[in-house]
């Protein structure tokens, strides 16, 4: 256990549904990062907060993605209107003053 | 871009060694971690080099060369709960770029 927590751990959806995952950053960490991994592949940056500010997208967080993190503190994951190539893990990670992210456990979501 | 390489897969016996390359190409670097991950899980820090050589931390060390792209991870003394999947990623400004990993099977 890293001290990063993730819920939910697996989600099931439907194809065209809305689903949020929560990130509960170690405390004293300003910096969480959300990644999307599949399978027999590493994980891909999506999105980058320093404290409350978003400071960077990818490419890959397409409009029906949008991710917060009011007060600096949890963060939340938004999937609008769900595809089924959204399927993968996604993971939140977190770092305090030193360069060591720490991976919380995923979210494992199912697009059927 | 990134282009970071590792090989998909590597099989050994306990009680040896395995070595896992990795090759990179990146727009930055700032430094070259390396993660285990068992199925299912989140990954875990192993390791983090930033300048050239070696580190070593108990059965695990690492290789760093920053003019040559390259850096490997050699796990000694391999044992049953080794296998798993291994990370290579870079880190550049405040996020990483991960390889494929390379799924290691160590065999009785």
């Known amino acids: 256990d890293t001290g990063v927590s993730q819920d939910p751990r697996h989600k099931i959806t439907k194809r065209g549904q809305n689903v949020t995952f929560r990130c509960d950053p170690i405390s004293e960490h300003n910096r969480l990062y959300w990644y999307r991994q599949t399978l027999g592949q590493g994980p891909e940056f999506l999105t980058y907060f320093q404290n409350e500010a978003q400071l960077e997208k990818s490419r890959l967080l397409s409009d029906r993605f949008s991710a917060e993190r009011p007060k600096g503190s949890f963060s939340t994951l938004e999937i609008q209107r769900t595809e089924q190539g959204d399927s993968a893990m996604y993971l939140c990670?977190?770092?305090?003053?030193?360069?060591?992210?720490?991976f919380g456990p995923g979210t494992r979501l199912t697009v059927l | 871009g990134q282009n970071i390489d590792q090989p998909t897969e590597m099989t050994a016996t306990e009680g040896a060694i395995v070595q896992i390359n990795c090759t990179y190409q990146t727009s930055g670097f700032n430094g070259l971690f390396w993660y285990q991950q068992h199925a299912g899980e989140a990954p875990t820090f192993l390791s983090y080099n930033v300048l050239d050589g070696l580190e070593e931390k108990g059965r695990f060390s690492s290789f760093l060369s920053r003019s040559k792209g390259y850096s490997y991870l050699l796990l000694k003394e391999l044992q049953m709960k080794d296998s798993a999947s291994y990370l290579c990623?870079?880190?550049?400004?405040?996020?990483?770029?991960f390889g494929a990993g390379t799924t290691v099977t160590v065999r009785a």
């Open positions: 990670a977190t770092s305090g003053g030193d360069n060591e992210q720490f």
């Open positions: 990623a870079v880190h550049n400004d405040y996020k990483l770029s």
